[in-house]
DNA sequence: TGGCAGCGATACCCGGCCGGTATGGATAGC
DNA sequence: GCTATCCATACCGGCCGGGTATCGCTGCCA
């Protein structure tokens, strides 16, 4: 199996439609038609059922699908770690907007360590960023359990109580502390993009940063629990309640488990350090 | 990056030789020159330093033979994986002679499950299967701290105490528990095979599996130091003295962190479960 | 119900790349 | 200094990957 048709492959069947995959891609459908059934054959299996009018995953591939992303970016991993070997530096991934303070302490905190390299900043959008560490990135801050830690190392940093964020004026506000309950089915409540930055239909405004979700709030229009990291620098008007039986959202640091990076041990070292 | 030139790239650098590396992959010696030139020269950096007499690693070239065995692996193991999935089976490595009443045990705890799948068993020389994940098996049962299990998801099951094995006329055979300082400098200790099945020159006679170990124990040739559970099937005349300061063996189930595979989920819940 | 639009498969051609043989040039050992 | 070894280069042929043109099927809709 190479790795032309792996990237074909999980094109067709992230697309679902042969036109779209090959113009991504960059060719023309007629090759990639071809190059998929030469996979098959190969392979035995049958990867996909197609009608004329409709591609759909068989089990065999959602399981290629899955394994082939992976494999995409663990590819993509090795070609920038190999060539960035000698003028060594590292890419943590982070998502805007969240864990701003311990962000900021522990870049300082590594800076300071004898032999410590650059350290380039990658922000992601929030709920877009998960399979960043599939290559473009050697670290990442991660919120457990919303983002998934699964075939990562982690070392948890701090673990944080969440909060309800209302507008001042909502009947909510002035609670000492709220349950899910309370707040679970509030109309208000917002949509995150997919990870391709499409809305799924449904009730709910549509979002895509902190910015716009504390406007929203600010006009009534939507509420929305979250831990406590986003309460500095949260907007006039607002209020935070606590939400006592929410889960607990955990800051963890994590990289790849075949990282032999000396740069990635240092920085997590500094990072459970001070935690 | 093609799979093509990472099997390339990884036979020269295992081999450090263009022509062994190319008899290895079946291919003549030139187009593997020009293969890794072009792969180097995409790169942007040397992986390989080269006379006409010797080739060695740069610091480039052993990332990317740690980060490349890693992906043929788990290329390996996306295609068996995918070829499987309509009848399927789980294949399940363990170490050739270790293990022996806990595998008995797991194999029919988990055939009693509903649900279960067949199970094909790998059985593996000891010291040379640490890379069988990326690939061959499903899940493996694993010797901590002698495996590495790193880039692995890991339960452990037991955990034991390692035996000195002696002829029962060796002086310290009458001992009660002896300490690592006892045996660590006897003559008779033994070299196992390098992964690749050659032996490293030195002193200690090669031994390759434990028939042959307790074979040269019981004729005074030979001591070693294991855990417990090769106890059963003790040849006469050998004694296994408790070592006090011997690291504890923990035995593991591990698996691959991606998988996504019910089967290995059973499986390991079921080995958790009565260990 | 028949025409039409959309989409994947097939047919066919071309160019580049992969792999082969032959050979050159460098190095270490005797 | 000769020679054996070994990697690089030169050159060639066949295969395969990618392109265009077209076919056949399937829903949709008038």
Redo the contacts between chains.
């Keep these: 199996?190479?790795?032309?048709e792996l990237r074909y492959f999980v094109a067709v069947a992230e697309e679902l439609h042969f036109g779209r995959a090959a113009d991504r891609l960059g060719i023309a459908q007629p090759p990639l038609s071809r190059t998929i059934a030469q996979l098959e054959h190969r392979?035995?299996?049958a990867?996909l059922t197609r009608t004329s009018r409709r591609v759909a995953l068989t089990?065999?591939g959602a399981?290629?699908l899955?394994?082939?992303r992976?494999?995409l970016g663990?590819?993509a991993?090795?070609?920038r770690?190999?060539?960035t070997?000698?003028r060594p530096s590292l890419v943590l991934a982070a998502k805007a907007g969240g864990s701003g303070e311990l962000l900021a302490k522990l870049l300082d905190a590594y800076a300071a360590e004898p032999g410590a390299v650059a350290v380039d900043l990658l922000l992601c959008k929030a709920h877009t960023w998960q399979p960043l560490l599939d290559g473009r990135a050697d670290v990442a801050l991660l919120h457990e359990p919303f983002d998934s830690t699964?075939?990562?190392d982690v070392e948890p940093l701090q673990t944080e109580c969440q909060f309800a964020i209302l507008p001042a004026s909502h009947p909510l506000a002035g609670a000492d502390r709220l349950r899910m309950a309370d707040v679970a089915d509030l109309p208000e409540l917002v949509r995150w993009p997919e990870p391709d930055g499409s809305y799924l239909p449904g009730p709910g405004a549509e979002v895509h940063d902190l910015t716009q979700l504390f406007q929203l709030i600010s006009l009534g229009r939507a509420v929305a629990v979250m831990p406590e990291v986003v309460r500095t620098g949260l907007l006039e008007g607002l209020v935070a309640v606590p939400v006592a039986d929410a889960p607990k959202v955990t800051t963890v640091i994590a990289w790849p488990?075949?990282s032999?990076s000396r740069a990635v041990a240092d920085l997590v070292r500094v990072a459970t350090g001070f935690s």
Aim: proline share 3%; no cysteine; charged share 25%.
């Design positions: 199996m190479e790795t032309r392979l035995g299996v990867l089990d065999a399981v290629l899955a394994e082939g992976a494999i663990a590819v991993a090795a070609e770690r190999t060539k070997v000698d699964v075939g990562l488990p075949h032999r």
